[in-house]
């Protein structure tokens, strides 16, 4: 079967988005900004990727962008008129399939016909050609959980292409799929969009993968920050289908990659206030992955190009990220767009042992990451070296969604128990300081030359 591919250049504006930000009310009675400032349009027969890591807002915008959530402040129109609700226009496909499990395959594609009236004849009729088009024919009559996963993903792009929306927009549609699986349906949607019949629908899709925006997006749009903003816009001109190996594919990832390991603004301390919990917090990176990134890096010379080395792990390249802004924030790695170059300090941590290595680490850790510098605070402040995790629980939660706050908090203490800095009683639900931490007070000292971050 011969594929034809939408070549045809952006038509009219179909959506648009200025001046979004979006807030959500948090613990304290205050908001929680997650948007601000978003700028964008999405023409029809264009592919645009909203690509950004995890908290960014990716699929906060996304929402705002269906008319299933209000903007705070700013304005979305479709087709020029101003978005008061939910948008007839847009289909949606979600990561987690959201399948009615009692209904059939042939009835779940048929549920939004339904819901705006369709004929009996009309929506069979209509769903049996989307479920044939994306490849389930013969599984009309099965049920959810007769289905793989990747089947039961391509139930949910039918019941959106059913619909015959001039925007589908797909929040990680692939991500809680193998690899290999992920890879055959991003394939076979991109043919589906780019028959002839469906040659004017625009598509928007939220990825936190480099290459999965590179693939499929004619422009990928760059969030990041908290709150999150549209920090870049770039452009993928290369003809489809697009093979990974090409050099212009690579450059592009290479491009995006750097965007994504930059440093965020103000980090490198010229916006006056010093690195705080809230401000920069603690990737997502246990010790123990941390160790094992710096002995890959010293075993490739002391350098290497991580999307080369995402590819010989067999890892998304965004899969190596966390890893790699905890290593830059604790002084063990420096990057240089997608090079990756290890530092002294990440040398001699590599080369000590057990127990001198846990003591680099502490140091660090209390210089440089400053949750971990916070905790070591407060507990040395206390009269009895010890403070119940829900304080600083109820400090992360003034910036932090609950379970982001959470997250932070179960790494700081990973993090400090592995230096020795403190530890964490689970029946007491309290963070102990150790004696360790007791004897880095110059550390501590916001006047100290070594202290920062």
């Known amino acids: 079967m011969t594929h034809v591919f939408n070549t045809q250049p952006p038509g009219r504006v179909l959506v648009s988005a200025e001046g979004i930000g979006k807030s959500f009310p948090s ?79 042939l009835e779940n594609v048929e549920l939004g016909l339904r819901a705006s009236g369709v004929a009996r004849a009309e929506r069979t009729s209509r769903a049996l050609a989307a479920i044939d088009a994306i490849g389930l024919d ?18 949910g792009f039918a019941r959106a292409f059913v619909q015959r929306p001039d925007l589908l927009l797909m929040d990680e549609p692939f991500s809680a799929l193998d690899v290999l699986t992920g890879e055959n349906l991003r394939g076979e949607l991109m043919a589906v969009w780019g028959e002839r019949e469906l040659a004017g629908q625009s598509i928007c899709i939220v990825t936190h993968s480099i290459e999965e925006a590179v693939q499929l997006a004619d422009r990928v749009l760059v969030l990041g920050g908290s709150p999150g903003t549209i920090q870049a816009e770039i452009p993928i001109h290369i003809p489809r289908p697009r093979d990974k190996r090409s050099p212009t594919f690579e450059a592009a990832v290479d491009h995006l990659y750097a965007l994504l390991t930059g440093r965020p603004p103000g980090s490198d301390g010229v916006s006056g206030q010093p690195p705080g919990p809230l401000t920069h917090p603690l990737p997502e990176a246990t010790s123990g992955g941390l160790a094992g990134l710096i ?11 991580l999307p080369d080395l995402a590819d010989e792990l067999s890892f998304d390249i965004d899969d190596l990220l966390p890893l790699v802004d905890a290593a830059r924030m604790l002084g063990l790695l420096s990057v240089d767009g997608a090079q990756s170059f290890i530092t002294d300090a990440g040398y001699a941590w590599h080369l000590a ?63 400090g128990r592995y230096g020795e800095l403190f530890d964490f009683d689970a029946d007491t639900d309290e963070i102990v300081l150790s004696e360790v931490a007791t004897g880095l007070s110059a550390l501590l000292d916001p006047d100290s030359e070594e202290s920062g971050s």
């Open 353 to 415: 042992g057990i127990q001198e290595s846990k003591t680099s680490f502490a140091d660090l850790a209390v210089t440089r990451a400053p949750l971990v510098r916070t905790i070591v605070r407060a507990l040395e402040n206390s009269d009895t070296g010890a403070l119940r995790a829900d304080f600083f629980r109820d400090l992360l939660r003034r910036g932090f969604a609950e379970a982001d706050a959470e997250r932070q908090l179960t790494l700081a203490i990973d993090w």
């Open 138 to 155: 013969g599984f009309e009559a099965a049920y959810p959980r007769e289905l793989s996963g990747g089947m039961a993903q391509r139930v």
């Open 295 to 305: 002995e890959i890096v010293v075993a490739h010379g002391g350098q290497t190009d």
């Open 27 to 105: 613990t304290d009675g205050g908001g929680l900004r997650v948007l601000d400032g978003v700028n964008l349009t999405i023409r029809e027969g264009e592919v645009v990727a909203l690509l950004g890591r995890s908290g960014s807002g990716k699929s906060t915008l996304l929402r705002v962008l269906a008319g299933l959530i209000p903007p705070s402040h700013g304005d979305v129109r479709y087709r020029g008129v101003p978005l008061a609700e939910a948008n007839p226009a847009v289909a949606m496909v979600f990561q987690s399939f959201a399948l009615m499990p009692w209904l059939t395959v």
